[in-house]
């Protein structure tokens, strides 16, 4: 049987991000999907039109009755909607401690539409972050959530460092901060624990902008970690999935292009033709 994660993330009908890319990550890496809508967006790979975001009382129910009858190897979390809803993961999580739980904290979209006000962030520190295996922040995202009590200026100027120990200090066992929006020739993400840097990453940096990496890198972190892997192994293998569906991108819209997670497929069916 394969082994089952849960994803707690908004819907975006165009597949590059959300919880249609959870799913689809999930799939690629052998797992299978469980998903807990928590908003549903309009949306397309250019931005965010507009979110409705689901009642509390709908995420707990989608979530407590599939735990009730599956047993889940990981949580993954993305785009969570209102406080409420942040309010009644957070009480799902405390019921399942052992299970891993990964959360990419999405503050805006790739062009910048806001998806979680300062509420939302507040409660995220308090409520789900010291339940949480690991974080997966970008850089922007990490000095935001790290400095929020700060003003403005000192966060955008902080170190990752500062802004890793931070978030460590708020109780997370791991941060992993992604560097694709730092100025730099490749792209390095950084992984910290409680002793401070564990390993930092060096990927090329590829051409172009892509919708919904963030959220393949962090189910494929939860995959990984599902199949038994340990939370480095996990995050490597994770990096370099991440990496080929990025490397294999395709662009059906005016937008982003969109990370291709069954990019492996293809390769095969390409040998099959030769």
């Given at each position: ?14 597949s ?8 689809l990550?999930f ?16 949306q397309?790979?250019?931005g ?12 707990e129910?989608q ?6 009858d599956m047993?889940?190897?990981a949580?993954?979390?993305?785009m969570?909607g209102?406080?409420e809803?942040?309010a ?5 999580m ?19 539409d806001?998806?979680a ?9 308090d ?6 295996t690991l ?6 995202e ?6 929020h009590?700060?003003?403005?200026e ?36 950084t992984?910290?624990?409680a ?16 919708h919904?990496s ?18 480095e192994e ?27 997670r ?13």
């Amino acid at each position: 049987m394969p082994p089952t994660v849960m994803t707690f993330a908004g819907s975006d009908p165009s597949s590059g991000a959300g919880i249609q890319a959870d799913i689809l990550t999930f799939a690629s890496i052998g797992c299978h999907p469980l998903s807990v809508v928590t908003a549903v967006t309009v949306q397309d790979t250019l931005g965010v039109d507009n979110v409705m975001v689901i009642d509390s009382d709908w995420v707990e129910n989608q979530a407590r009755t599939i735990l009730e009858d599956m047993q889940v190897m990981a949580f993954k979390m993305g785009m969570l909607g209102s406080v409420e809803n942040i309010a009644v993961i957070a009480e799902i999580m405390a019921d399942y401690p052992d299970v891993p739980l990964i959360i990419d904290p999405i503050l805006s979209s790739g062009r910048g539409d806001e998806l979680a006000n300062e509420e939302m962030q507040e409660a995220m520190i308090d409520l789900l972050f010291p339940q949480a295996t690991l974080i997966t922040p970008n850089s922007l995202e990490a000095r935001r959530l790290a400095f929020h009590d700060d003003d403005s200026e000192h966060a955008e100027n902080a170190s990752l460092d500062e802004s890793a120990k931070r978030l460590l200090d708020m109780g997370c066992e791991y941060v992993l901060i992604t560097g694709t929006h730092e100025r730099s020739h490749d792209v390095v993400n950084t992984l910290y624990g409680a002793d401070g840097l564990i390993k930092s990453y060096k990927w090329e940096r590829l051409p172009g902008s892509y919708h919904g990496s963030g959220c393949t890198l962090t189910s494929a972190i939860a995959a990984c970690i599902a199949h038994g892997l340990s939370m480095e192994e996990s995050i490597a293998e994770a990096q370099e999935y991440t990496w080929q569906t990025l490397k294999s991108a395709f662009r059906p819209g005016m937008g982003q292009f969109i990370p291709d997670r069954m990019f492996w497929a293809r390769d095969e069916e390409d040998e099959g033709q030769i």
